[in-house]
């Protein structure tokens, strides 16, 4: 018994990335709606476009270390080594050459403008900051972050 799937190209496509939503919810997706649609129309994972896109791909950036993927063992960025060290500016600069690394190597749609760390002692953490820009849509985003002895949030 042969099965058929066949697939249909939307006639419009007004965005230029498109990732699965990290939380992998299900919505109902009508006929021809997207870019490769099953003809039945029946529910398909919820699907994140541009800079939303990018924005989970930094996110699984951030929180994977390396050698946590097993095809490839040197994707993430492991920078819990810095939760016991010193809050000062000198690890912050440690940082955010770790940040800019991983980014330059692992998400090439983007490029960044800066990236902001503000230091504070007190409450032992840091304030981060990431200016990219995305050329192919022209578009400038900031991503703010707060790094503690619980780990990194994005």
């Known amino acids: 018994m042969a099965v058929s799937i066949k697939f249909q190209q939307s006639k419009k496509d007004d965005y230029r990335y498109s990732d699965l939503a990290l939380d992998l919810q299900k919505h109902k ?20 476009f541009d800079e939303h896109a990018i924005a989970n791909s930094l996110r699984n950036l951030f929180s994977t270390r390396p050698k946590q993927r097993l095809l490839d063992p040197e994707y993430g960025l492991d920078i819990t080594q810095f939760l016991f060290e010193n809050v000062n500016e000198f690890t912050a600069r440690l940082i955010a050459r770790k940040i800019d690394q991983g980014i330059r190597k692992y998400e090439p749609r983007v490029t960044i403008n800066f990236i902001d760390i503000i230091v504070e002692e007190e409450q032992n953490r840091y304030n981060i900051s990431i200016n ?3 050329p192919s849509i022209n578009k400038d985003i900031v991503y703010q972050s707060i790094f503690t002895e619980n780990g990194f949030t994005i």
Do not use: A, C
């Not at 009508?30 to 994972?45: A, C, E, K, M, Q």
């Open 29 to 48: 997706t009508p006929y021809g709606s997207s870019n490769l649609t099953r003809v039945s129309g029946d529910s398909d994972i919820k699907t994140d």
């Open 132 to 134: 990219l820009n995305i």
